[in-house]
């Protein structure tokens, strides 16, 4: 019998196979949303690459529809997201491809949870502490991520579409310790990096209703010396 039905949208990626694997060892259903298939994930969402925000919506949410029938899910928890880099001289190309990375998941998590979230579930949003200020070497991620704080905030508010109750929370992490990031920043401290587990961990924490954060909290992830604080924007 499962614990509960969840949703990771970006569950193929590092982090987002990391929260599946750790739910499903938790006796949760878990699903995931991505591009490509997570073959522990209890059922994929394939995402269309080249369809349009209302075209990968409607085929998704489709999709979810016919996975959980009469059921309603506990939590989303979307994770979905990458990294450019690039200041006002190579703005655009970035720019876009840290909206469709970033913003479209969360606007679709967004609507996937006022159609299948239950009264009381949780849905995360992937924000980045960076982005809490300027981001002038990267200025395309830093506008992307700040809208999803301000996703977050909304969908915390009066009337914002939620089912009652849920909570609504946005993670800002620093930089997450992934395989990809210690390839490409093999001289880093390591030790001011988030793991992967904690993070698993805290979603564990907050699903079942644990050190949860007021709805709309920006929460930052601090790590200093392998220790992780969470710190309210």
């Given at each position: 019998m499962a614990q509960g039905r969840v949703l990771v949208y970006g569950g193929k990626g590092a982090l987002g196979s990391s929260v599946v694997n750790y739910l499903k060892k938790k006796s949760y259903w878990v699903g995931s949303i991505d591009l490509s298939v997570n073959e522990h994930a209890d059922a994929n969402v394939l995402v269309k690459s080249d369809a349009s925000m209302p075209e990968?919506?409607?085929?998704?949410s489709a999709q979810v529809g016919v996975l959980l029938g009469e059921h309603k899910l506990d939590a989303i928890f979307c994770v979905a997201g990458g990294w450019a880099g690039g200041n006002a001289k190579k703005i655009v190309e970035p720019a876009e491809a840290m909206w469709k990375q970033s913003v479209w998941p969360s606007v679709i998590t967004a609507s996937l949870a006022s159609k299948y979230l239950k009264e009381g579930g949780v849905v995360t949003l992937p924000g980045a502490q960076p982005a809490l200020q300027g981001t002038p070497g990267m200025i395309g991620y830093g506008i992307?991520?700040?809208?999803?704080?301000q996703l977050t905030k909304s969908l915390a508010g009066e009337n914002s579409g939620l089912p009652p109750s849920s909570t609504v929370l946005a993670t800002l992490p620093i930089t997450l310790d992934t395989p990809m990031n210690r390839k490409w920043m093999t001289s880093a401290d390591f030790s001011t990096?988030?793991?992967l587990d904690f993070v698993s961990e805290l979603f564990h924490k907050w699903l079942v209703g644990e050190q949860r954060p007021p709805s709309g909290s920006l929460v930052q992830l601090i790590t200093k010396n392998n220790?992780?604080?969470l710190v309210l924007a």
């Open positions: 990968q919506e409607e085929d998704v992307a991520k700040a809208a999803v704080h990096w988030t793991s220790e992780t604080d």
